[in-house]
């Protein structure tokens, strides 16, 4: 029996150590292509579907396993739910190591549910994360004091709470934020 193909990935880069993008110390893996075009984007070199190279997910996995150190994973972008079919098979293998899984995208919890139905594999890569931070950047709402986030619509959200819920739960650090920072509160 033929092994299954794994699909290819397209990413824009890899920071093998990143201590931004996610609680601990993570890899995160920029995947290249992005619908959104935020206005004052970090990465508008991420916007080209076209654009960045093909990895396999064997490859990402090898410098995974390379670092003992990594606490967990992060999807950037680019936005990886553009590619979330081709990130199903690597978040799988990322759980199964134990390592926790954030994905950055620029389309909200809310809307992500809605597209699930015709994009079932929106909602199968949701299955393996355990933060998303939602919503598009906004200039105006722009902040250089929260965490993990660019501006603050943005939320930091608690995903297999929210699956058992079904509706959106902030994580624990967004919460902590907010108590120590209410002038920082979803605005």
Known sequence: M???????LRIAGIEPESFVDG???????????CNHHCPGCQNPQTHDFNGGHF????????MIEENPLLDGITFSGGDPMDQA??????????????????IFTGY???????????RPELFELLTFADILIDGPFIMAKKS???KFRGSTNQRI?????????????????????????????LA
């Open 108 to 118: 909200t919890y809310e809307r992500l549910m809605e597209l699930s139905p015709e």
């Open 157 to 185: 959200i608690d995903v297999q709470q929210s699956l058992v819920e079904g509706h959106v739960v902030l994580h624990q650090i967004q919460l902590d934020e907010m108590k120590t920072r209410p002038d920082l509160v």
């Open 144 to 146: 250089l004091e929260i």
């Open 2 to 8: 033929e092994e299954e193909e794994k699909p290819r």
């Open 23 to 33: 609680p601990g110390i993570r890899m995160t893996i920029f995947t290249q292509g």
């Open 55 to 62: 990895i396999d997910i064997d490859e990402i996995l090898e």
């Open 85 to 102: 079919a081709a990130l199903i098979p690597l978040a799988r293998e990322i759980k199964e190591r134990g390592l926790n899984l954030v």
